[in-house]
């Protein structure tokens, strides 16, 4: 049982606090409920750009990064397709440092023309390290388009293009911010050696006179989910083939999404899953590995099925992918999902959450996006383990039998240098 407590401060931003007695530091997420899936299809890798900016100069915060290290702290953040998060580390004694600081850049940044020079570069280096220069690094610029149409998952939380990220102007940045980086837009997490009636003293102190900005709505196109098995086909510098089926799946929340979560767990987890044993193992001559996964959005997601082959040729493609489907499709007989599998998946689960929520740093990033999602995190295992073999065997047929799915075959260049 994690315990927490959730406040909610006049202007909309949502408190989260958890007290681990047990360690001289805090932690403290700043969760923003926007991400790639709130861009406009010409600005993609905006909220991915935006997230290096808050690192630059605020009124009061000339160094975001060397306040926090002069108060003993770390910090980072990231970005994907649903939330953006910013995150600290400190000497919980020195937590009102953390607070002053973010709640600065919150309230008032200022997005100085150099600092959105330096950055936007920045981040085309990094389009072109992650996506252009890595094998498979531009793998979700082929899939999903073709997967998505025009939905906003249709596009990688770095962009489309450099350009569209070089492009961008101060003015465009300036609007997304007062868009979606509002306090109610936010939630606030704060775990560690700390006394929460004060932590509130001190949350209200630097946040509470931040205005609520007015968040823009945010309207989703419905996904343009293929209606037929469609496949693309592409070459890169990559060492050898791979193949990656990807189907649609629920929404995050939606009964169906965790049970795609368990089928995924059964097929691909660990060393005794049906993927594992038979395709990687049993069929070493054909994959080099194999596994499945599925995409964890908040919207409308996929499961991939996916594998690097260690043969290359039509006839080796055409029998990996059978081979994946038929590992998948067995699961919609019950008998596939026998008592002990699903019991063993099922610990596995719970024995991960666990181990990932037994620190005050993790902790603190889970509460977040619990709140975000207006969930209650010790709910998580009993609601995995409200589950049994005929549920999930009807699920996976209607998933792996009768629901359309996009394959994307990557092939190398003729002279591409393989391993």
Request: some cysteine; charged content about 20%; hydrophobic content about 40%.
């Amino acid at each position: 049982m994690i315990d927490y407590s959730v406040h909610t401060l006049s202007n909309g931003l949502r408190v989260v606090i958890n007290r681990h007695p047990h360690t001289a530091m805090a932690a403290v997420n700043l969760m923003y409920d926007t991400g790639a899936r709130d861009e406009d299809p010409q600005h993609t890798g905006l909220a991915h750009l935006v997230e290096h900016l808050m690192f630059g100069p605020s009124a009061n915060v000339p160094d975001y990064t060397a306040a926090l290290s002069a108060a003993g702290g770390t910090n980072n953040a990231w970005t994907n397709s649903d939330y953006t998060n910013f995150y600290a580390v400190v000497p919980a004694q020195n937590l009102e440092t953390v607070l002053w600081a973010e709640s600065d850049r919150m309230a008032m940044p200022l997005f100085t023309q150099e600092t959105l020079e330096v950055q936007r570069k920045v981040v085309v280096e990094e389009f072109k390290q992650q996506c252009l220069n890595r094998p498979y690094g531009d793998l979700g610029h082929h899939l999903l388009p073709t997967l998505y149409g025009s939905h906003p998952y249709s596009w990688p939380v770095i962009g489309k293009t450099p350009e569209h990220i070089s492009s961008v102007t101060r003015e465009v940045v300036v609007d997304w911010v007062k868009a979606h980086y509002g306090p109610e837009n936010a939630v606030l997490s704060i775990a560690g050696n700390i006394d929460e009636e004060s932590t509130l003293q001190m949350v209200e102190k630097w946040f509470g006179g931040i205005p609520a900005r007015g968040i823009k709505p945010r309207v989703m196109p419905a996904p343009e989910f293929p209606l037929q098995d469609t496949t693309v086909e592409v070459t890169g510098r990559v060492p050898a083939t791979a193949i990656v089926t990807a189907i649609p799946m629920a929404s995050y929340g939606e009964r169906e999404y965790y049970a795609a979560d368990l089928l995924t767990d059964i097929l691909a987890a660990g060393q005794s899953s049906y993927m594992f044993r038979n395709l990687t193992l049993g069929r070493s001559d054909l994959f080099a590995q194999a596994d499945a996964s599925i995409s964890g959005t908040v919207h409308e997601g996929y499961i991939a099925l996916q594998a690097i082959l260690n043969v290359s040729g039509p006839e080796a493609e055409q029998e990996a992918r059978a081979l994946m489907l038929h590992q998948a499709r067995a699961l919609a007989d019950a008998a596939a999902i026998d008592s002990h599998r699903l019991e063993r998946s099922l610990n596995g689960f719970e024995t991960r959450f666990k181990l990932a929520n037994s620190s005050y740093r993790s902790v603190g990033q889970a509460l977040a996006q619990a709140i975000l999602q207006n969930e209650d995190i010790n709910a998580t295992v009993a609601r995995q383990r409200s589950f049994k073999a005929e549920e999930l065997a009807a699920y996976a047929d209607k998933l792996f039998n009768r629901t359309p799915a996009v394959t994307l075959i990557y092939r190398p260049e003729q002279n591409s240098i393989t391993v």
